[in-house]
């Protein structure tokens, strides 16, 4: 089953606005990270929020987790052309250690 | 600081030929993973070690194998390439396995199977 599905899949908005991206999952985790990627390049971690945690700042990102409904947002305020790259939220099963699992990502892009 | 080294940056083989993709984990990092990307798809996990033990598997083909050596760095061999192993594969390193570690990304290497 896929895990960390993201919605909506393109996004494309003007600089300054806000962004949006959200995620949903199928089975219990310990925790959810958000990664962000520039074309053909490595992933770069942004933030992780644990299972007992509802939400979590830094900088102008913002996650929030919602683990009865099995999904989280990443809201990027005042967005810069600079933010334009894919973004992927990725999960950590509960039950001890396993593989990160990343969705399908959006597909940020942020016109100057 | 010194980041997650993958070699080579790009690959170009043939079918059914052979390719190795090596990668040198930040210092004192003890895990490594290796992802798999396709063209606009998300990174899907192919197998990961801990302490030079793979510690587990994901979707790898038989025709893979990898394994992580004393100085933790890690190789993936592939074997009797095909069309569809051309994609982008990232390691990744972290240090030790708790479920709050997050994942240094490698720049990947790009390999294309003609």
């Known amino acids: 089953s896929q895990q960390g599905e993201e919605d909506p899949q393109a996004l494309s908005i003007q600089e300054g606005e806000n962004a949006t991206m959200n995620c949903s999952y199928k089975?219990?985790?310990?925790?959810l990270q958000w990664y962000r990627q520039n074309s053909g390049r490595g992933l770069v971690h942004l933030i992780l929020?644990?299972?007992?945690?509802r939400e979590k700042h830094s900088g102008r990102l913002r996650v929030t987790l919602d683990t009865s409904k099995k999904s989280s947002s990443l809201l990027i305020t005042a967005s810069r052309a600079a933010d334009t790259a894919s973004y992927f939220c990725?999960?950590?099963?509960?039950?001890?250690?396993?593989?990160?699992?990343f969705g399908i990502g959006t597909k940020l892009q942020v016109i100057p | 600081a010194a980041g997650v080294i993958q070699s080579p940056r790009h690959l170009i083989k043939e079918k059914r030929e052979t390719a190795t993709l090596k990668c040198y984990p930040i210092?004192?990092?003890?895990?490594v993973y290796w992802y798999q990307q396709g063209p606009g798809q998300d990174p899907q996990f192919l197998i990961s070690?801990?302490?030079?033990?793979?510690?587990d598997k994901g979707s790898i083909p038989d025709r893979f194998s990898a394994q992580q050596f004393s100085d933790y760095h890690s190789e993936l061999n592939m074997s009797s390439l095909e069309l569809g192993d051309s994609a982008l594969y990232f390691c990744?390193?972290?240090?030790?396995?708790?479920?709050?570690?997050?994942?240094?990304f490698g720049s990947g290497t790009q390999l294309s199977v003609l």
């Open positions: 990744a390193s972290s240090l030790g396995q708790g479920t709050d570690e997050k994942l240094f």
């Open positions: 089975t219990s985790i310990n925790n």
């Open positions: 929020i644990r299972s007992n945690e």
């Open positions: 990725a999960t950590i099963g509960s039950g001890g250690y396993q593989k990160v699992t």
């Open positions: 210092p004192r990092h003890d895990t």
């Open positions: 070690f801990y302490e030079k033990m793979q510690s």
